[in-house]
T-cell receptor, first 114, second 113 residues
Framework: AQTVTQSQPEMSVQEAETVTLSCTYD???????LFWYKQPPSRQMILVIR??????QNATENRFSVNFQKAAKSFSLKISDSQLGDTAMYFC???????????FGTGTRLQVFP | DTGVSQDPRHKITKRGQNVTFRCDPI?????LYWYRQTLGQGPEFLTY????????KSRLLSDRFSAERPKGSFSTLEIQRTEQGDSAMYLC???????????FGDGTRLSIL
């Protein structure tokens, strides 16, 4: 069974600084997708970034970028120029392992301080 | 694009009662997913549909749970004979096709008295 590990339960960063959230997963599949979602307090899950496993190029989306290491099964999220609105729970979620469901990690709670 | 809509937002019920939740996906999205999220945890997959066909069910989905998506549009999730352990946030998501980003609704929070 596929598993996802987010080893940092909580992190904090000062506004305008850079922070990296880690994620590792376990799978024997070769073709799949990976997502990072954010869930602000009492608000809905929002897509942050998507990566296709067959692509070697790391995905970027404005201030958000990933470091995807397929052999190491690592998928970290870097947030540059952190903003107060980035305060949220962040979930790593691989999917597409012969199915379309997402498998979520336990999340990392990120607090951005002024 | 009006987003994924879920109804109700909150449901409080007594143990043993039946409850039904509704999800309206983004209109052109063929895939519809149900997840359950308990406090402090990531969402867990329950089931998903491709149009009206239910393609996969989690082992978490006991025989008290049933989901439908008639005509491939909205979906309902019914829980019969609710138990304390059913208390959770039930999330619905939709996507255009497999592998594309799943867009989530606000969820239905179920509380069992």
């Amino acid at each position: 069974a596929q598993t996802v590990t987010q080893s940092q339960p909580e992190m904090s960063v000062q506004e305008a600084e850079t922070v990296t959230l880690s994620c590792t997963y376990d799978t024997s599949e070769s073709n799949y997708y990976l997502f990072w979602y954010k869930q602000p307090p009492s608000r809905q899950m929002i897509l942050v970034i998507r990566q296709e496993a067959y692509k070697q190029q790391n995905a970027t989306e404005n201030r958000f970028s990933v470091n995807f290491q397929k052999a190491a099964k690592s998928f970290s999220l870097k947030i540059s120029d952190s903003q107060l609105g980035d305060t949220a729970m962040y979930f790593c979620a691989p999917g597409g392992f012969n199915t379309d469901k997402l498998i979520f990690g336990t999340g990392t709670r990120l607090q951005v301080f002024p | 694009d009006t987003g994924v809509s879920q109804d109700p937002r909150h449901k409080i019920t007594k143990r043993g009662q039946n409850v039904t939740f509704r999800c309206d996906p983004i209109s052109e999205h063929n895939r519809l997913y149900w997840y359950r999220q308990t406090l402090g945890q990531g969402p867990e997959f329950l089931t998903y549909f491709q149009n009206e066909a239910q393609l996969e069910k989690s082992r978490l989905l006991s025989d008290r749970f049933s989901a439908e998506r008639p005509k491939g549009s909205f979906s309902t999730l019914e829980i019969q004979r609710t138990e304390q352990g059913d208390s959770a946030m039930y999330l619905c998501a939709s996507s255009l096709t497999g592998g594309e980003a799943q867009h989530f609704g606000d969820g239905t929070r179920l509380s069992i008295l």
